[in-house]
C-alpha cells in the first residue's frame, strides 16, 4: 500500500481523529461525576469556611449539613423568588441587569447564632475572583470572608486567598451609622485602626486589590434593600 | 545495551533538554515557584512523553509524512487531556495549581522534539527509554529550579517552614524577587553555567 498518497493520506487522518474524539468523549463522561463532586464540595468547603468551620473537601459534605440550616434566593428588591441557591451560576448572574438577578442566601446555624453567607464574584487582574462573605444578624457586621480567584500574582495579588489578609475583615461593618452602604474599603498604604470600613491593602497587589474592592461592593449592591428590610 | 542506557543518561547531562537544548523553558519558568507543582507537572510530562514516544513509534511505518506533525500533535494532545482529566477527578488541588499549564504541555517543545527526531526512526522500545530519560532530565531541572525559589522565596520546602524563625527575627527576609518568573531564568542559567564549567565534554574554546 501506497503510504504517501492522497488518498491513504486522507483516510489515516480521519480514522485518527474518530479514535481519539470517541476515546476522549469516553474518558470525560466517565470522570465527569467525579470532578462536579469535587467541584461541589469545594464549593461547600469555601461557604464553611466563611464561618470559620475549618475541615477538609470530603469533611465538607457532612459539615454543610449540619450548619447551612437553609438556603434561599432573592432578587434585588429584596423578595424571595424560586430557585435553588446553591446551583446559581454567579458569573451568569453577573451578566444580568441587577433586577433579573438570582441572589443566594445562605443561612447558618453556629453556636447557636445565625449567619448569613452571601457569595461575591468578579474581575481580579487576570481572570475571576470570587468569595464568601459571612455577616451576622444586624446583616452589616463581617463575621468572616474568604476570596479565591483564578490566576492571580502569586505572593501578590493571590495573598487574598490567604488568612492574614482576610482575617482583618472579621468585625468590619459595610453599613455606616447613616445606613448607607459603604461596603468595605482595601487601603492602600494600610488602614485607619479606628475606621470600621477599612482594612489593609497587599504590598504589591494593588490592582487585584482595587478589583476586589470593586467586586465586593458591585456584589453587595444587589442585596442592599433585603438587608435593610430584615434589619430594622 | 550501552546505547540503549545512554538513551536513559544522557538527556540527563550531556544532552539534557532544558540546560543544553534550552528546550522547554516555558514551563520550567512558570511553574517552578513550588516544589509540588514542579513534581506534579515533571510526572505528567513523563507520561505524556512516554506514551506519545511509544506510540509514534508504533505507527511510524503507517505515518504519511505530509500529516506526520498533525499526527504527533493529536497524539500528545490526547494523552494530555487524559493526563487533565485525570487530575481534575483525583488530584483536585494540584490540577487547580497547575491549571493552564497541563494544557501547555501539548506545546512543550522537548515532546515534540522527540517524536520528530527519535520515535519516528526508532522501535518502540528504545523510543519508550528516549522519551523517559529526556522528560526525567526536564524533570531534574525543574525540581531543581523549584527546590531554590521555593526555599529563598517563601523559605519553604514543600510547604513546610525550613527556615528557622530566629533567622527571621535577626533580620532575614524571603526574597519577593525569587517569586517572579524572571527569577526562573537566572537560576536555569546558573545551572547552566556550573554544568558547563563542570562537564569537560561541554567546555568550548
Redesign the interface.
Known sequence: MN??SNS??FI??SV??LI?AA??AF??TQ?QP??QA?IEK?KKQNILTSVGIECS?DEAVDKYKEYITSTYVINSKGEAIDGEAFNIKLAEENRKEIEERQLPIYKCNKDGKNFYIIPVRGKGLWGPIWGYIALEGDYSTIFGIVFDH??ET??LGAEIATGWFQAPFKGKKIFDEAGKLVSIVIAKGGADPNSLHEVDAIS?GTITCKKLEKTLFESLIPYESYFKKNNK | MAKLKNLLTDPMNLNNPITIQVLGICSALAIT?KLEPAVVMSISVLFVMAMANVIISLLR???????RI??QL?VIA?LV??VD??L???L?DVSKQL??FVGLIITNCIIMGRLEAFALGNKPFPAFLDGLGNSAGYGVILIAVAFIRELL??GTIWGFKVIPQPVYDFGYSDN?LM??PPMALIVVGVIIWIQRSKTKELIEN
Do not use: C, D, H
Open positions: 503510504v504517501q491513504y493520506t489515516y487522518a485518527m481523529v481519539v476515546t476522549l474518558t470525560a470522570l467525579i470532578q469535587n469545594e473537601r483564578k490566576a502569586p505572593g504589591g | 515557584v511505518n503507517t505515518i504519511p509524512t505530509r500529516i498533525i499526527v493529536v490526547f487531556i487524559i482529566q485525570v481534575k477527578a483525583f483536585y491549571s493552564v522565596g517563601f519577593g517569586i517572579l
